[in-house]
Structure formats: structure tokens, C-alpha cells
């Protein structure tokens, strides 16, 4: 064996596990939305603040934190990162109120921040160019994995206390921490050469104006926009009075939108290897904009889940697609590409509900899942917008 093969692999590992946690919190009370709507009396529109409650900061926050790495420690980073998610895990656990709740969130936001943009780099580090469209699929099937389990832990929770659920994040960021701490220490997991505050900084600023990571940057956005869009508003659907799921059933239906891409993103990723970004993007996003304009056209909990998986296959070809051409812009400025494309994507993930609400009050979700769907083909048009080098490297 090399020296550091098993270190570099043990990385790997610490990074997936980490891509995972995040997506767990984020999404585990959308399967709560009808129960702490009751439990403070407010509206499930007010309980869905939550999301840009999580997002925003996140999203936000994510513009520097990647440029933080490379100027200090990409352990440090993600250690700080975590603790704060963990302490905003144990505040909305403790939440006597909807107001409590929502900081809490917003600290479980700022948090992870700093912790998602260093991993694309730090996997794309360790796999190198030969597995580079694989590691990709890989993390791209841990977060939707963090995706997939989030509405199901939550809604499992929410049966009996839906605390419970954010202690459990708690204690499983924690494991993450202590891993992070063994694992990258020595500066294993950093770049080969850490630069300086203004050289970050400097990075930062030239990487924004890269024609090709604006194009995939708004390709995220609308993306993941149209993503949570769609299960956002499935999820008050399927609870409310018309239809009057629980948040057991509601948290199982929402877990096909991620299961499928927990198994495919690794092949989705060989794909990319063997077959390039722009074919397997196309792929993607061809099936997800079906699949979700097909929704105004079924009611059901089986063809609900048909779609779901459809959707969640279809967004396993995009991310391993697209973080793959996100790796391939400038491999000197990967982490300062990650923030900005990390923010733009995550920023249409907090706004969406926003965004969707007008359309779902006044249209219900035939009106969301419409346009999500033609969104989805708005997103097709602009990766294939990107400089053709980033097809195969």
C-alpha cells in the first residue's frame, strides 16, 4: 500500500459521512410541518420559515467559507462548523416556541456553512482526476441519502416526540467532529499549498466572474429550487385537510425523492467518467422535468412515490454532473468555485417556498409542480451554456 492511501481513504469516508449530516436536519421537519404547526398554533406556512430560516445563512455564509479554508485549515473549518450545528441541533430540540425554533435554525445554518463547500474540494483532492465524476456520484449520493432519511427520521419522531429526532442529529454531527478531528489532523484533507487572507480573498472575487461557474452556479439555483419547490408543497398537500396524511406517511412518500439517488449517483458518476457531464446533465434533467410536471396528473401514494424516484434519479445525474464541471473550471481555485456554486444552489433551496407560495395558495400544487418542471428544462439549456472542455476534463 502507498503511504497515505489508507489516511486519504479514511478522509473520504469522514467527508461523506459529513455531506450527509447536513441534509438531515434541513430536511427532517418537513415531515413535522402539520405537528408543530399545532404544537405552537401557527400556520404551516409560518412553520415552513424554517426553511429560509436554515438556508439563508447557509446559503449566504457559504460565499466565504470555502476562501476561509484555503487561507487557514480546512479541519479547523470544519470542526468550528460542526460544533455550531450541533449547538443549533440541541437549541431547536429544546425550542419552547415557533420564534426559538426558527433561530435555532438559522444557527444550524450558520453551522454548516462552513462545512459543505470544503468537502467537494476535499474529495475531489483525495479521488483525483481518474475517479473525479465517481467521487462525485459518491457524494451526491450520501447528501441525498441525508436528503432521503431526513423526512423519514423526522416524520418517525414526530410520532412519538419530534424532539427526539433533533437530539439524534445532535449526536450524530458529533460522531462527525470527533472523526474529522482523528482524521485530518497533520493537514491531511488540505490543499498542497495554503494560501494567504488576500490571496483567498483575490480568488474569490476572479472565481465570481468565471463565465462558466456563473452559468452552473444559476444552473443550481434553479435546480434546487424547483426540487424543494416540488416537495415542499407536496408535503402541505399530502397534510392537509383534503388529503389528511400523518407525518409517518408523509415522511415516507418524500423519501423516494432522494432513495433512488442514494443507489444511482455512484453509477450516475461512472457515467460522467465514461460518458461526460453534458450527456449525463442532459439525461438528468430531461427526466426530472417529466417526472414533475407529471405530478398534476396522478393523485395516490403509489404514483407519487413513481415520481419521487423518478425526480431523485434524475437529480443524481445533474449533481454528479454538474460538481463534476464545477471541479474541472479551475482546479487552483476548487474551493472558492464550491462556495459560490454551494451558495447560488442553496440559496434557491431557502427562497423556494417563498418563491412557490404565491402559486401554491392561490393555484395549489398543479400550479408548483408546472413550473418547477419547466424550470428544470430552463437548467438543461443553461449547462449546455459551459465551455464544451468541461465535458471530459
Known sequence: MRPGVGRLKSGEIVAYAASFTGPVAGNAFLAMVSVL?????VSDDAVLLAIPAFMLPFAIIQIFSGAISTAYDRRLTLGLGLLVYILGSVGAALSPSLLVFLMARVVQGVGYAFVAPVLVPIVSDIAGKGRQGLAMGYLGSTSTAGVTAGPLLGGLFAEYNWRLAFIAIALMASVVLVAVLVVFRGGAGSPPKRKTPKQSLSGLVSTAKNRDVLLLSATGFIAFASFVG????????????????????????????????????????????????????????????????????VGGTLPFIILLSLIGFGSSFVWSALLTMLMRVDPSTKDESSSIFNSARFMGFAISPVLMAPLYIGYGLDAVVLVCGLLYVMCLFLALSTRRRLDRG
Request: some cysteine.
Open 230 to 297: 416540488v416537495i415542499s408543497y407536496l408535503s402541505a398537500h399530502l397534510g392537509s385537510d383534503a388529503v389528511g396524511m400523518g407525518p409517518g406517511e408523509i415522511g415516507f412518500i418524500l423519501m423516494f425523492s432522494g432513495l433512488s439517488g442514494v443507489f444511482l449517483s455512484p453509477v450516475a458518476g461512472k457515467l460522467v467518467d465514461r460518458r461526460g457531464t453534458r450527456c449525463c446533465a442532459s439525461v438528468g434533467f430531461v427526466v426530472a422535468s417529466v417526472a414533475t410536471i407529471a405530478m398534476q396528473f
Open 37 to 41: 404547526a399545532v404544537e405552537w398554533n
